[in-house]
């Protein structure tokens, strides 16, 4: 559709109502106005725009964030994903000392009692009994943890140990197996959390330092929750 200015033909752009001739004076006095006339439009507009992206971007950001923050658990191929929260590391003697009820009981609970060993059926995940990756790091670094204080004690007291006669789980091919396993383990997790130099050591301890961590609670209560399929 065209409308005539003057004695030139103009295309008439119906979807903007704000597109009128300023003048109907001389031909290229009124081109002049009606250009500089939609140039401001289109400068508003595109301000318009660039101001809604903005508002959209960090509307989307702050949901993001809320999602982060809700105790909502996503699936995924690869396992389930629990929510983070902040966690300050501190020095916890239950789980470093040399195995006895009560240090054993501390990493038991880990797995949710003696004996569970963190398994569990999932049938939307895996068709058979399975484990999630961070209780078999646990077993791992508590088997670590037995046969260190086993060998010490051994050591001190001039005991021969006999690599056959030692339970499989404390054998060099575990313990081999184990080492490398966490080796990969924290090189995927990648914990980026600055840790500052204590002066006096002048190195590091890792305590006092706050990690952005999986609930573990949410954690427990998962996997616990299909350990009773099992029973």
């Given amino acids: ?5 003057g004695t030139m033909w103009f295309p008439l752009i119906t979807r903007n109502p704000f597109y009128t001739p300023l003048t109907t004076g001389p031909d290229e006095e009124a081109e002049t106005h009606v250009g500089v006339k939609y140039e401001e439009r289109k400068s508003k507009w595109n301000i318009l725009l660039i101001l809604t992206a903005c508002f959209a971007s960090a509307a989307l950001g702050f949901a993001f964030a809320r999602i982060l923050n809700t105790h909502s658990i996503v699936l995924t191929p690869s396992g389930p994903q629990f929510s983070k929260e902040p966690h300050t590391f501190s020095y916890n003697r239950s789980f470093s000392y040399p195995p006895s009820n009560a240090t054993d009981t501390a990493w038991d609970e880990l797995f949710l009692g003696k004996g569970n060993g963190g398994f569990f059926n999932h049938p939307y995940i895996k068709g058979e009994r399975a484990t999630l990756s961070v209780l078999h790091q646990l077993h791992c ?3 670590i943890r037995h046969i260190y204080y086993f060998n010490n004690d051994a050591a001190t007291k001039g005991t021969l140990l006999v690599e056959e006669e030692l339970e499989p789980h404390m054998q060099r091919s575990h313990m081999r197996h184990c080492l490398d396993f966490l080796r990969q383990s924290l090189m995927c997790c990648g914990d980026s959390s600055i840790e500052k130099v204590d002066p006096e050591l002048k190195g590091v301890t890792g305590w006092g330092t706050e990690h952005i961590c999986t609930s573990w609670e949410q954690l427990q209560k998962w ?9």
């Fill in 1 to 5: 559709m065209f409308k005539v200015l």
């Fill in 141 to 143: 670094l508590d088997g």
């Fill in 223 to 231: 996997v616990g929750g299909r350990q009773r399929l099992d029973r």
